[in-house]
Structures are given as structure tokens and as C-alpha cells.
């Protein structure tokens, strides 16, 4: 039963292993490009982390079982984008930008969702709180998106991506969410509420922190990106995600176990 259900996981995550080979004639990764071993460690990482997330599911209490879920989510479609992200930049040097922000677009409502699950085992969280950490998503990184790939002023995109993710923190620690969690939660979750709160604040500031290198900092004199600013830039996204993918969804497991032993303890 359980060998089932972890084939039943592995299967597809064996299948994408195969498909981006064929998007490029294979440039192979040097040995001094460590952006493109970024890219690699970071692909098999979130490959990892996805069976990890799946298998898991079983030993954690119900409640628990639809975070690992999406958790395992969010790995799974950023180890697909990493792949071709990773060919990329590997065949040609430059900033795999759509599929960086196709991933984003995916896998940031989803993490919307892990919190939103999170407010809902504090308590009656309202469908509308949902909503407006999609829409504060929403603005944060299309004219994300749009600066990055010229659609319009890079500095404009900055400036209302960086609004985008303010209207954010702002429901997180003082809106409707933030008045839930500190009247009516127990502990355990109080505490997965806290560790959310980190990671939009801390982990989250690391992405507008690689638009500033690649944009700002590490242009030439005429204001034109250089290759220095495309390796810092994806080496910070890069970086980004680990702590906002994989190291989040650890945290989430964390919670999960730790609360899913007290439970099953009491109970015995
Ligand atoms: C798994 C991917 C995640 C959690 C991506 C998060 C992306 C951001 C928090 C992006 C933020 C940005 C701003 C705050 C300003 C404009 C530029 C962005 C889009 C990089």
C-alpha cells in the first residue's frame, strides 16, 4: 500500500527528468559556471524534496496531509521549470526570465494557499482574506515581470511589484488574518502563523534584493545589464528559492510532525 502510493509519486517526477533534454541541442556545464551548477543542485533538490513531501503525508495527521500536499506542489512545478531554466542558461547565458515567472505565478498563489490553510485551523478565515493576498500577489509580480522583460520602465515595475508586496505584510501583521491569529489560535499553530510571517518578510525581501543587483547595481555606465548582473540576479532567485520552497516547506513538515506525535501520544 505504501510502496504503491510512493510509485504512484515517483512516476511523474521520472518522466519530466526526461523531457527537457530535448528543448536544446545540449550545450554541457562547465566546470566554472556556477550559476549553471546552481541550477542543477537546486533542480534534483526540488526533485527530492517532492518525494520527501509526498511520502510524509502518511505519518502526519490529517489536517497536516493537504500542506505536505501543497507543498509538494510547489517543489514539483518548480523542478519542471528548473530544468528548462537550467538548459537556459546553460545553452545561452542569459536570464531565463518567462520561466522564472511562470513558476512564480504558480507557485506563489499556491503558497497563498498554505497559508490560507494554515488561518483556516486558527478558525473562521474568510474567503476574502484569500482573495486580497492573491490580488497583493498579482501586483506584485506582473509589473514584476513586465519591468524585467522590457514590457516597461524596470524601475516602475520595481516600484509597484515592491507596493504589491507591502499590501501583503500589511494583511499578514495588522488585516483581518493578522487579528485571527493572535485572538484565537492554539499554539502549535500560532507558531506555523509566526514561521509564514518570517518567510513572507525575510525570505520573500531576498527576491526584490536579485531584481536590485541584476537591474541597478550591476549595470554598466550606460545603464545596460552586464553578465556579472545576470549571475547575481539568478544566483539570488536561485537562492530565494530554496529558502522559500524547500526550506519553507520543511518548516511546514516540522509543524506537522511535532504536533502529529503530541496528538498521536495523547491519544495512546
Ligand atoms: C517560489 C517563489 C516565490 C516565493 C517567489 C516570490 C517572489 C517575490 C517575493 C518577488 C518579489 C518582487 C518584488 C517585491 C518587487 C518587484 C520584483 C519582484 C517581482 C522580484
Known amino acids: 500500500m505504501t510502496l504503491t502510493k510512493l510509485m504512484k509519486g ?14 536544446f541541442a545540449a550545450a554541457n556545464l562547465q566546470s566554472d559556471d556556477f550559476v549553471g551548477i546552481s541550477f542543477w543542485l537546486i533542480s534534483m533538490a526540488l526533485m527530492a524534496s517532492t ?6 503525508t502518511q505519518s502526519v495527521d490529517g489536517k497536516w496531509k493537504t500542506s505536505l500536499v501543497v507543498s509538494a506542489l510547489v517543489t514539483f512545478i518548480a523542478a519542471v521549470h528548473y530544468f528548462y531554466m537550467r538548459d537556459v542558461w546553460i545553452n545561452t547565458g542569459e536570464t531565463p526570465t518567462v ?3 511562470i513558476d512564480w505565478l504558480l507557485t506563489v498563489p499556491l503558497l497563498m494557499i498554505e497559508f490560507f490553510l494554515i488561518l483556516r485551523a486558527i478558525g473562521n478565515a474568510s474567503g476574502g482574506i484569500f482573495w486580497r493576498l492573491l490580488i497583493g500577489t498579482l501586483v506584485m509580480l506582473v509589473p514584476g515581470y513586465m ?3 522590457g514590457y516597461i520602465n524596470v524601475t516602475v515595475g520595481f516600484v509597484i511589484g515592491m507596493l504589491g508586496w507591502f499590501y501583503i505584510l500589511y494583511e499578514i501583521f495588522a488585516g483581518e488574518a493578522a487579528q485571527m491569529a493572535a485572538e484565537q489560535a492554539p499554539e502549535a499553530v500560532q507558531s506555523a502563523y509566526g514561521t509564514m510571517r518570517m518567510v513572507v518578510t525575510i525570505g520573500w525581501a531576498i527576491y526584490p534584493l536579485g531584481y536590485v543587483l541584476g537591474y541597478f547595481v550591476y549595470v554598466d555606465d550606460a545603464g545596460n545589464t552586464t553578465a556579472a548582473a545576470s549571475a547575481a540576479l539568478n544566483i539570488v532567485y536561485n537562492l530565494a528559492d530554496v529558502v522559500n520552497k524547500i526550506a519553507f516547506g520543511l518548516l511546514i513538515w516540522y509543524a506537522a510532525t511535532s504536533t502529529s506525535k503530541a496528538s498521536q501520544s495523547a491519544a495512546a
Request: net charge negative; charged share 10%; hydrophobic share 60%.
Open 99 to 101: 520561466y522564472r515567472y
Open 51 to 56: 518525494v520527501f513531501f509526498l511520502w510524509e
Open 10 to 23: 515517483l512516476v511523474p517526477v521520472g518522466l519530466l527528468a526526461a523531457l527537457p533534454s530535448t528543448a
Open 147 to 149: 519591468g524585467e522583460a
